[in-house]
């Protein structure tokens, strides 16, 4: 029987809230951190609003040494102030733990230009490349597009756009250096990391984890990428009511950003140090549909199995369940086929069970939506109310869960579920459990 | 930096080093000293030298290749450790030799 993995510290740098502290008075008020995009110049884009982190938040301030925060994308600033934020939480010093015996497991992004810098920097050579080639611009000149980026291009700007550029500064910025996993499961990721720092601590490869998600695709193309696929929200007058899963009304999602770590530790590490453990990190089922990159199964299967098999890991039936943390992106198509897995995965007691989308609140973080979404979660339970779905107006007879509308509900809740699902059939399942 | 060549100093591109060297290493310009070693008592790392000769082209307005800068090292400071060895002044020497270069 493998020791049970402890929650010990939580961070979550959201559009509402900072601090995981002030996440919880936002879930709890219902409050939307959707507004018209400041990031960018958004006038001509269809799409025109978005959930940013305050900007009055320097996640640069966590970098040490300053020049370090030079390689670091916003994404990745963002998982290197959670995971400093996530392990004061936990209270765990620097010769607490050996450092070959900690690891990290985080989810990132990663479409194109990371951030408006390097997009700005691609952009002038490719245009600088254009002017100077004959015969119109119809082809890309290479060897022009290579003495323009050569003469225009920081060296070391390319190394922001690291696959693992979040996981590996968190490694350095908090001397971590056993097993270092970079999740890039799109929409998942957050959800997976965590769900494979379990793993890690469960086979004995760690004791401690820092595991979570990031990412920060408020840029133009993010925005643009999304906006072509159909996949958000146009509701730009507004901001704060365009996030409405579940809602008959939805139009799609709103792009959010920041980042979440929990700090997972094997039980009897976290017993022998005398650590307060938040809640336990009981249960991870995952799945890959094999069918379609951005459609779902039909039947929803793939999405019911993950949650099934969690279920399984943790040990327990869909009666032990009171709260799930929904996908909830409020596209058409998830929020109906998640109905469905729910009612598939949990029978007869999926009546009984409260569903709530925190992305209605804070937009969907995609590469750090699982992780945020899983310190929602252990909010849930530490703080006993269940977060509402905000602007849920009128219900779809196709979605028809007590999704506990507009308002936070006081509940005893001992296990909640956190559900992701992402593009390429990814579908991930976590159980967060009563201590 | 004035496109007269004839107007700058030495001085000058010192100061001007130097101010290049705190804005890589994110430092305040009056921690680099003339003698101060760029990675022992600085902190540069290797990708920092790539960083700082990208902002002497940007200041110089002129292209600075990365073997020019290899085979200065090697002639100036053979055999010497390039961790202590590598100071704002054989930095500063090396801005003025592609200051003169492109003068010439």
């Known amino acids: 029987m493998p020791e049970r993995v402890a929650i010990t510290g939580v961070s979550a740098i959201t559009p509402v809230a900072t601090t995981a502290a002030d996440f919880a008075a936002a879930l709890r008020a219902g409050r939307s951190g959707v507004r018209p995009i400041s990031a960018f110049p958004a006038a001509g884009f269809e799409t025109r609003i978005a959930a940013e982190v305050d900007g009055a938040f320097d996640p640069s301030s966590f970098a040490q040494p300053r020049k370090a925060a030079k390689l670091m994308s916003r994404a990745t600033l963002f998982a290197v102030a959670a995971a400093a934020m996530a392990r004061q939480d936990a209270g765990l010093g620097s010769g607490d733990v050996d450092p070959e015996r900690l690891a990290v497991s985080l989810g990132a992004g990663g479409m194109g230009p990371v951030d408006l810098d390097m997009l700005q920097g691609q952009h002038a050579a490719i245009l600088a490349a254009a002017r100077e080639q004959e015969g119109g611009y119809e082809h890309t000149d290479l060897a022009a597009f290579a003495r323009a980026y050569r003469a225009l291009t920081n060296p070391i700007q390319g190394l922001r756009g690291l696959p693992n550029s979040a996981a590996a500064n968190v490694a350095i910025q908090q001397n971590a250096r056993g097993p270092n996993n970079t999740i890039a499961t799109a929409c998942t990721s957050g959800t997976q990391a965590i769900g494979e720092g379990m793993r890690l601590i469960r086979s004995g490869a760690a004791d401690v984890v820092f595991a979570g998600g990031t990412d920060a695709m408020v840029n133009p193309v993010g925005i643009l990428g999304f906006g072509l696929l159909g996949t958000l929200s146009r509701r730009n007058d507004e901001p704060e009511r365009a996030s409405r899963p579940f809602d008959r009304d939805r139009d799609g999602f709103v792009v959010g950003e920041g980042a979440a770590v929990v700090v997972l530790e094997r039980e009897s590490f976290a017993r022998a140090r005398g650590a307060r453990v938040l809640a336990e990190a009981a249960g991870y089922g995952v799945t890959c549909d094999a069918y379609r990159i951005t459609d779902e199964r039909p039947d929803a299967s793939g999405a019911t199995a993950a949650i099934r098999r969690c279920l399984e890991d943790a040990g327990a039936d869909p009666g032990d369940v009171q709260y799930i943390n929904a996908h909830g992106t409020g596209t058409k198509m998830n929020d109906q086929l998640e109905t469905r897995a729910i009612r598939a995965a949990l029978g007869a007691h999926a009546q009984a069970v409260a569903v709530s989308s925190t992305k209605s609140m804070i937009g969907h973080l995609v590469a750090a939506a699982g992780a945020v979404e899983c310190v929602a979660c252990v909010i849930a339970l530490a703080e006993q109310f269940l977060p509402p779905t905000i602007n849920y107006d009128t219900p779809d007879p196709e979605c028809d869960l007590d999704y506990v509308p507009n308002r936070a509900r006081p509940r005893r809740i001992d296990a909640a579920l956190s559900n992701s699902f992402g593009f390429g059939g990814q579908n991930a399942c976590l159980m967060i459990r009563r201590w | ?104």
Not at chain 2, 39 to 56: H, K, M, N, Q, T
């Open chain 2, 1 to 104: 930096m004035p496109d007269d060549t004839a107007l700058v100093t030495r001085d000058e591109l010192t100061a001007m080093v130097r101010r290049v060297i705190a804005e890589v290493l994110v430092i305040p310009a009056d921690q680099v000293r003339d003698d101060s070693a760029i990675v022992a008592d600085l902190g540069a790392e290797s990708i920092d030298f790539l960083d700082l000769l990208f902002r002497l082209e940007e200041v110089l307005g002129r292209k600075v290749p990365i073997e020019r800068w290899q085979r200065f090292l090697e002639e100036r400071l053979p055999g010497a450790s390039y961790a202590t060895a590598i100071t704002t002044t054989v930095v500063a020497d090396f801005a003025e030799q592609e200051w003169r270069r492109a003068a010439a």
